[in-house]
């Protein structure tokens, strides 16, 4: 069974690298290359997952996504998004984008995405509260961190930074949602980053070249999963 996908993307070139690289990989592309194109195939085609390019001819990709969950509609959505578009990006997050991609992408990199976006979308049903990858073990339902099978004591706000991490593993959570959820409207950006440099401290085998809490330039951490 085929996955099928929607293109939003007014970029020729791009929309026939991703048919003939995703055709390929078991899924079923169909393409659009505005947003009015867009909101008459999403009411035709109910697709797994909607690729959406975020500058379209006709509207603002971020509107696409503003509708689509007005209306309740939760099909994973990733965006593909130019370079120096951080803060599209983030916004783009903030309306339920579930993850995002910088042009020029890979495409390994882009099917890794949409497989984590789906995943998540068959978990949210039944949250798994178990993370487990590369030695680092965390048991959200009795709150229990290890290392390599050592336990690793977290102060409360590491913790919570970590659940939140846990939570979105494999997928980016942004500065500001990390912010909100921990310190509310009074949020600092400075010491987020102490946190995290102090979780990465604790989980890290290097702490200056991270493997496992990514830092994502200008939009938030991605925990690798
Ligand atoms: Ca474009």
Do not use: C
Not at 46 to 67: A, E, F, H, S
Not at 203 to 222: F, K
Request: a neutral charge; glycine letters at 8%.
């Amino acid at each position: 069974m085929s996955v099928p996908v929607l293109v939003i993307e007014d970029e020729a070139p791009i929309r026939r690298l991703l048919r003939t690289s995703l055709s390929s990989q078991g899924f079923e592309i169909f393409e659009v290359a505005t947003g009015a194109e867009a909101l008459t195939a999403l009411s035709h085609v109910k697709p797994d997952i909607v690729l959406l390019d975020l500058g379209l001819p006709d509207t603002d990709g971020l509107n696409i996504i503003r509708q689509l969950r007005a209306a309740k509609d939760n099909t994973p959505i990733v965006v593909l998004s130019a370079r120096g578009e951080e803060r599209s990006k983030v916004d783009a997050l903030e309306l339920g984008a579930d993850d995002y991609v910088t042009k020029p992408f890979g495409i390994a990199e882009l099917v890794a995405r949409i497989r984590t976006a789906l995943r998540h979308r068959v978990h949210e049903q039944g949250a798994d509260p178990v993370y487990d990858h590369d030695g680092l073990h965390v048991d959200l339902t009795r709150r229990s961190v290890s290392l390599e099978g050592r336990a690793v004591h977290l102060s409360p706000k590491e913790y919570e930074i970590l659940r939140l991490l846990v939570l979105h593993a494999g997928k980016v959570v942004t500065q500001r949602l990390l912010m909100r959820e921990i310190w509310g409207a009074a949020g600092d950006i400075q010491y987020l980053r102490i946190y995290v440099r102090q979780l990465r401290s604790k989980l890290e085998r290097d702490a200056q070249h991270p493997t496992r809490i990514l830092t994502e330039t200008g939009v938030g951490y991605r925990l690798i999963g």
